[in-house]
């Protein structure tokens, strides 16, 4: 493949899984493609990545290739044209009592904790179900040069952590977790918001959200947040 929409600039050896059940729309089957573990990835190389639609999940680099579906549509937000919706900005006056703090490394026992009770109570259906120490490690506890990790305290009291990678022009949301009795406090919106705001400190260009599926409810919230960016057809498109 080629990572450069302009032009080739490498060509990258893509490893592809056998077809298995797809996670998010039921009856169809879905197949990964991860860019070969082997090859060094810099954080050009990353960004370039990115927005040809690839993803990190843990070591590896990936994105959907499933034959005729493309329902996986990737989303990024260009944060100089973001507007806070009315709901959002409750969001963050409920969120001001909370200390922020990035980090790039984390007491794995303190937040397996968190995550584990998040996944137990809001993910029982998934394949992160059941939740592990090793699966947490290897999923998000292993930092990449660029990542950070922003976590949100009450007092001392660890409540939530929202995994992002810095690129050389964006923020890439990879994950976020938190304890599941602050859910008033809407925290997996307050984290993105967060992220928004920290792009436009850096003078980053777009925050990552990950894929956007059209027929998947646990997908909708991406477009609350407006205007969005999707990747249609090779092409980001600026969506309403």
Not at 215 to 224: T, V
């Amino acid at each position: 493949m080629s990572t450069d929409q302009s032009g080739p600039i490498q060509q990258i050896k893509l490893l592809k899984t056998a077809p298995h059940a797809c996670s998010y729309l039921n009856g169809r089957e879905a197949s990964t493609a991860f860019v070969d573990p082997e090859l060094e990835i810099d954080s050009d190389l990353y960004a370039r990545l990115s927005e040809n639609g690839f993803r990190r999940s843990g070591p590896y680099i990936y994105t959907p290739m499933c034959g005729d579906c493309v329902a996986c549509v990737s989303a990024r937000i260009p944060v100089d044209l973001f507007a806070h919706s009315r709901s959002q900005r409750r969001c963050v006056k409920a969120n001001s009592d909370l200390k922020v703090i990035c980090v790039n490394s984390i007491d794995i026992t303190e937040h397996y904790t968190v995550y584990a009770d998040y996944i137990n109570h809001r993910h029982a259906d998934g394949d992160m179900y059941p939740p592990t120490t090793e699966q947490f490690v290897d999923f998000l506890g292993t930092a990449w040069d660029c990542t950070q990790f922003v976590e949100f305290r009450v007092d001392t009291k660890l409540i939530g952590c929202a995994i992002i990678d810095v690129l050389p022009d964006a923020i890439s949301a990879i994950y976020t977790y938190f304890d599941p009795n602050e859910e008033r406090r809407g925290l997996g919106k307050f984290a993105v918001l967060y992220q928004i705001a920290m792009a436009k400190e850096l003078a980053l260009s777009h925050v990552y959200l990950g894929y956007w599926i059209e027929d998947c409810k646990k997908m909708s919230y991406k477009r609350q947040y407006q205007p969005i960016e999707l990747l249609q057809e090779n092409t980001w498109k600026l969506t309403e």
